[in-house]
Structures are given as C-alpha cells and as structure tokens.
C-alpha cells in the first residue's frame, strides 16, 4: 500500500513537447507538494495545494501548471519543455504542521 | 524559517553510533527541528523531529541542546542501509502553519564495513 504514488517513474521526451506527472496520495492528508532536485542535488519547493487550494507558489516559470482535482490529487503539467527541465520530481503530502510523506520520484529526461 | 548548518559530510563505520551535528541559532520559540534522510535515487524519508525535548524512536535519538541552538541526531548502530543525505531542517510545526520545508545541502553519511 503505497502512501504517495507517482506515476511515471521515468519519462523521456523531447523539447517542446507536453507532459504530466501525475500524484495521489491515500493518507488522507490535506496538504500536497511538489519538489524539484537537479542534479546538483538540491530539493527545491515549487508548489502547495490544500484541500485543493493553491497556498504556494514559488518562483517556477509558468509553462508549469499544478492541478489538484481533489485532495487526494496533485498533478503537474509541463508545457513546452526544455532542457533545463531534466530534474527529480518529488510529490509529498502531509497535514499542516506536521512531516512530509515523499513519493519516490519522476526522473524527467528531456532530449 | 531558520536555516541550519551541517557538515557536508562524514565517514562511520557499521555497528558504530553515527552522531550528526546540526547548527540552528536562530532558531525561534515555535520552530521545530525535523530530520529526513535521502537515499540514493529515493524520496526523502522522515527520519524525527522535536522541539525541546529530547527524543527517541525506532531509527533514531534526537538530542537538543537546552538552548535549542543545536541538535544532534545519533544513528545508534549503523548500517550499511544508513549510507543517504541527511537533512536537518528547522520549521514552525503550529497546525495553522503552511510553511514550507526548506531544503539545505545536508551531510552525506557513508557507512563503511
């Protein structure tokens, strides 16, 4: 029984093309997220949705777009991709106020 | 959010304890030390978290010195398994707190036989 799934593990595509990660959770936790760590390794936070509402947003370009269809749901959209894209993608969720439960990652390879 | 500051990185032999040092001075009153580790091509694992007592669990011991400024995360018989990025972050951990989890490079532990 995975807690935070992520689907795909991997995904190879080529410039300019559109993809989706897609995220869901059954902890019944309110809060998702999506990270992002490059190759230099660092996590960085890109969005937060609870109970389906945007509550972070950091500075990531807006070729990315977040869609949560219900709490259990976080998926992300990636228009126009580039090679800067290539990345980890980590979703987590978590109830506000307490620790995250990590999916096990998007490796994101653009060609 | 406080930062933190760790070494960036440290040897330990299996069986041994593992004791991880993390600096967070500025740290305030309702801020909470949490600790998550990330093993090679996984997601990041909670690992503990306190605010100003000491703590224990199935993984780890987290110690906090009494002025909070420091904590020290102690592995107590490490394993091979062990070998992952850990990270030591600081955060408010109130129920009506989005804030968010912040990252820093971390001390990449290896476990050696």
């Known amino acids: 029984d995975t807690a935070v799934s992520q689907t795909p593990k991997y995904l190879v595509t080529q410039m300019g093309n559109d993809k989706s990660i897609k995220c869901e959770q059954n902890l019944g936790h309110d809060t998702m997220y999506w990270y992002k760590q490059d190759s230099k390794k660092f996590l960085k936070i890109m969005f937060s949705?609870?109970?389906?509402?945007?509550?972070i947003n950091e500075t990531v370009p807006n070729r990315f777009s977040p869609k949560s269809p219900d709490k259990a749901h976080l998926n992300l959209h990636i228009n126009s991709l580039e090679l800067g894209d290539s990345a980890v993608y980590f979703c987590?969720?978590?109830?506000?106020?307490?620790?995250?439960?990590f999916g096990s990652g998007t490796r994101l390879t653009v060609v | 959010d406080a930062k933190t500051t760790q070494p960036t990185s440290m040897d330990c032999a299996e069986g041994r304890a593992a004791n991880l040092p993390c600096n967070h001075s500025?740290?305030?009153?309702?801020?909470?030390v949490y600790w998550y580790r990330q093993i090679h091509s996984q997601g990041p694992q909670y690992i503990i978290h306190?605010?100003?007592n000491n703590e224990t669990n199935e993984m780890a011991s987290l110690i906090i010195t009494e002025d909070r400024k420091s904590s020290t995360l102690i592995l107590p018989h490490a394993t091979l398994r062990d070998t992952a990025v850990y990270y030591c972050i600081v955060r408010v951990g109130t129920t009506d707190s989005w804030g968010k989890f912040q990252f820093g490079a971390g001390t990449q532990v290896v476990v050696t036989p």
């Open positions: 306190g605010l100003k």
């Open positions: 949705y609870n109970n389906k509402e945007l509550i």
């Open positions: 500025t740290i305030s009153g309702n801020e909470y």
């Open positions: 987590a969720s978590s109830q506000v106020g307490f620790g995250y439960t």
